[in-house]
């Protein structure tokens, strides 16, 4: 059985950092492409950022700079360091592996002052 789980969530004011972890079972993060997405309040979710089984990544415009992913391997388990937070950065952010099309549950993360 698969199962994506993310935890590193939180309420964090604007400039702030936070390092979401997908922890993955059933699956093994290094032969897969992984991907964070993103959801706010009444919007689709969107792509953030991306790591191929290669090691290349990639990231959405609006998080450049900003966001990280990478993987561990030996924890098989994928990051998503995020520093200098902005409010609009507030959403839902879920793992993917696009293979099988398996989600995690989700961990919401609010930038707010």
């Known amino acids: 059985q698969v199962r994506l789980v993310e935890s590193g969530g939180g309420l964090v004011q604007p400039g702030e950092s936070l390092r979401l972890s997908c922890v993955a079972s059933?699956?093994?993060?290094?032969?897969?492409?992984m991907y964070w997405y993103r959801q706010a309040p009444g919007k689709e979710r969107d792509l953030v950022a991306h790591?191929?089984?290669?090691?290349?990544?990639n990231y959405a415009d609006s998080v450049k700079g900003r966001f990280t992913i990478s993987s561990d391997n030996a924890k098989n388990t994928v990051y998503l360091q995020m520093n200098s937070l902005k409010p609009e950065d507030t959403a839902v952010y879920y793992c993917?592996?696009?293979?099988?099309?398996?989600w995690g549950q989700g961990t919401q993360v609010t930038v707010s002052s």
């Open positions: 790591i191929a089984s290669g090691g290349q990544t």
């Open positions: 993917r592996s696009p293979s099988g099309n398996y």
């Open positions: 059933g699956i093994s993060v290094q032969f897969r492409n």
